[in-house]
């Protein structure tokens, strides 16, 4: 990752979304569900979300897991824990997904999904992401990585770890 200068940081913080939310001039449906001055957790703002959708903001802008301060990190667990219980004592859900794509909305966050009985198995985002990787790389359009490709893939990863 490469750093960021201050003007750089500032210009993503202006046009980020969950940083407008954080600053109040973005309301979610019901407003804040919980913030304790390091995580700010609402319902899902978008237009066709279920209720239950919760998303789970760093209160200050970053984009990565690994940008996190200790404080920050130890935090995450137990926020992401309480918000899952609150939304099964409220939402008769099968299974309640918790994923991190931070594709559109570069601001770390993580959408508490919540699959009643209704829906399908499954999560139809990464199912799809998932189906259509293969499918480029069964028909020759992706190289499909190797067993070996993985394993070395984790010996670095390990590496790095213990670093």
Not at 35 to 47: A, I, K, P, Q, R
Not at 151 to 157: C, K, M
Request: charged share 25%.
């Amino acid at each position: 990752m490469t750093a960021r200068t201050f003007s750089e940081d500032h210009a993503s913080q202006s046009q980020c979304s969950a940083c407008a939310e954080i600053a109040g001039t973005r309301a979610a449906p019901g407003g804040i569900i919980f913030d304790n001055g390091l995580w700010f957790v609402s319902h899902h703002t978008g237009e066709f979300t279920d209720p239950g959708e919760l998303i789970v903001k760093s209160r200050r802008h970053c984009e990565s897991l690994s940008e996190l301060t200790r404080e920050e990190a130890d935090a995450l667990g137990p926020v992401l824990r309480s918000a899952v219980r609150a939304i099964e004592r409220v939402v008769p859900a099968e299974r309640i997904y918790a994923v991190s794509f931070n594709e559109r909305v570069r601001h770390l966050h993580f959408l508490l999904l919540p699959r009643t009985a209704a829906m399908p198995r499954g999560h139809v985002i990464s199912d799809v992401y998932r189906r259509g990787r293969n499918l480029l790389r069964r028909v020759g359009l992706s190289r499909n990585p190797t067993a070996s490709d993985r394993e070395a893939a984790a010996r670095q990863i390990r590496d790095a770890w213990q670093s």
